[in-house]
T-cell receptor
Framework: EAEVAQSPRYKITEKSQAVAFWCDPI?????LYWYRQILGQGPELLVQ????????DSQLPKDRFSAERLKGVDSTLKIQPAELGDSAMYLC?????????????FGPGTRLTVT | GQNIDQPTEMTATEGAIVQINCTYQ??????LFWYQQHAGEAPTFLSY????GLEEKGRFSSFLSRSKGYSYLLLKELQMKDSASYLC??????????FGPGTRLSVLP
């Protein structure tokens, strides 16, 4: 069964350092989402791609976060510099919107700890 | 703006039935999803409602009332493995998803 891949699974970094997360969606899925989930809360959308184009990045802190999906396949989310408040789970999801199916498939996530 | 509300925590006994409510206020509503999330893991899909009414899938059922901005997830014959967080997510036109805060369910023996 096809899955969304993410790496790394865990990342510990010091504040002011740069970190990057990678996501490979299910093959053929045009839409890719990056979410941030703070412990005890629901996922918060950071950025949504349709193919290589950004559809929604209204909640992305653009002074320190950037995201790209250059060829419309895999994607990278970067934080520079990391802050203590960035400690969270970063989830990637993809969907195909075939017919009436809008189901998102989530990757295992990257748990970031900023010290 | 968009607002989704769920109870923070619920507790139920093994073998019982529990109903988790979700209320929402949003524009461009296109459907509502329920996800299950075990601690430290990614959310997994449970159900999708786009029309009013009840969708049943085994031990899990989900109900939607679009006019009332209300949904619930019904879990029957609770098992210990059902202890998890349950996330309500609204799907808007333009394919934007907004998640609620989640309800943490504890199933006790």
């Amino acid at each position: 069964e096809a899955e969304v891949a993410q790496s790394p699974r865990y990342k510990i970094t010091e504040k002011s350092q740069a970190v990057a997360f990678w996501c490979d969606p299910i093959s053929g899925h045009a839409t890719l989402y990056w979410y941030r989930q703070i412990l005890g809360q629901g996922p918060e959308l950071l950025v949504q791609f349709q193919d290589e184009s950004v559809v929604d990045d209204s909640q992305l802190p653009k002074d320190r976060f950037s995201a790209e999906r250059l060829k419309g396949v895999d994607s990278t989310l970067k934080i520079q510099p990391a802050e203590l408040g960035d400690s969270a789970m970063y989830l990637c999801a993809s969907s195909s919107e075939q017919g009436t199916s809008y189901e998102q498939y989530f990757g295992p996530g990257t748990r970031l700890t900023v010290t | 703006g968009q607002n989704i509300d769920q109870p923070t925590e619920m507790t139920a006994t093994e073998g019982a039935i529990v109903q988790i409510n979700c209320t929402y206020q949003t524009s461009g509503f296109n459907g509502l999803f329920w996800y299950q999330q075990h601690a430290g893991e990614a959310p997994t899909f449970l159900s999708y409602n786009v029309l009013d009414g009840l969708e049943e899938k085994g031990r899990f059922s989900s109900f939607l009332s679009r006019s009332k901005g209300y949904s619930y997830l019904l879990l029957k014959e609770l098992q210990m493995k059902d202890s998890a967080s349950y996330l309500c997510a609204v799907h808007n036109y333009g394919q934007n998803f907004v998640f609620g805060p989640g309800t943490r369910l504890s199933v006790l023996p």
